[in-house]
T-cell receptor, first 114, second 109 residues
């Protein structure tokens, strides 16, 4: 039973390009959470999704960032027109329900904007 | 504003020492407190605490929660170099995790 799969592991983008980060939750998990970890800081909540629904996006920057979790396929975190300040590790976690039993993190995607 | 504060920010000890990591919190709707160990990969789950005064143990690690004073401690006894990591504390407030900045623990041989 594979864990939460994130890809790519490392992503390098030039300023102004788009970054797409993918997260495949654990089998049987329908809740996905995205976090951003900046250097020397804790993980910051970005968005919480269920299948085809955004439940809470209060941690998402208002511009350039979007997330989806379609009926089929992985959850996608999309960053348009990346800037240097977007460089960070982005973690995804999944759980089978809201109560967080079985809450599991992926290994993360490290985004570097050059 | 919800917040989680961990202390110390970093700690260097020798192998065999016992360490205590602290996590205090102020949140509007406490559901649980979680401890994670982060090495180079994603944080790995250590403990989830929901009730005051009940110690959770896993090998040399143990943790306890005080909901009156709003803090938790993570103890590691007989530390080993493999314990070197960042230890993260997070509080589940509704369906958001409020994270502390972590304690960077270095164990010297």
């Amino acid at each position: 039973n594979a864990g939460v799969m994130q890809n790519p592991r490392h992503l390098v983008r030039r300023r102004g390009q788009e970054a797409r980060l993918r997260c495949s939750p654990m089998k049987g998990h329908s809740h996905v959470y995205w976090y951003r970890q900046l250097p020397e800081e804790g993980l910051k909540f970005m968005v919480y999704l269920q299948k085809e629904n955004i439940i809470d996006e209060s941690g998402m920057p208002k511009e350039r960032f979007s997330a989806e979790f379609p009926k089929e396929g992985p959850s996608i975190l999309r960053i348009q027109q990346v800037v240097r300040g977007d460089s960070a590790a982005y973690f995804c976690a999944s759980s089978p329900g809201q109560d967080r039993n079985g809450y599991t993190f992926g290994s993360g995607t490290r985004l570097t904007v050059v | 504003e919800d917040k989680v504060v961990q202390s110390p920010l970093s700690l260097v000890v020798h192998e065999g020492d016992t360490v205590t990591l602290n996590c205090s919190y102020e949140v509007t709707n406490f559901r649980s407190l979680l401890w994670y160990k982060q090495e180079k990969k994603a944080p790995t789950f250590l403990f989830m605490l929901t009730s005051s005064g009940i110690e959770k143990k896993s090998g040399r690690l143990s943790s306890i929660l005080d909901k009156k004073e709003l803090f938790s401690i993570l103890n590691i006894t007989a530390t080993q170099t493999g314990d070197s990591a960042v230890y993260l504390c997070a509080v589940d407030s509704n369906y958001q995790l409020i994270w502390g900045a972590g304690t960077k623990l270095i164990i010297k041989p």
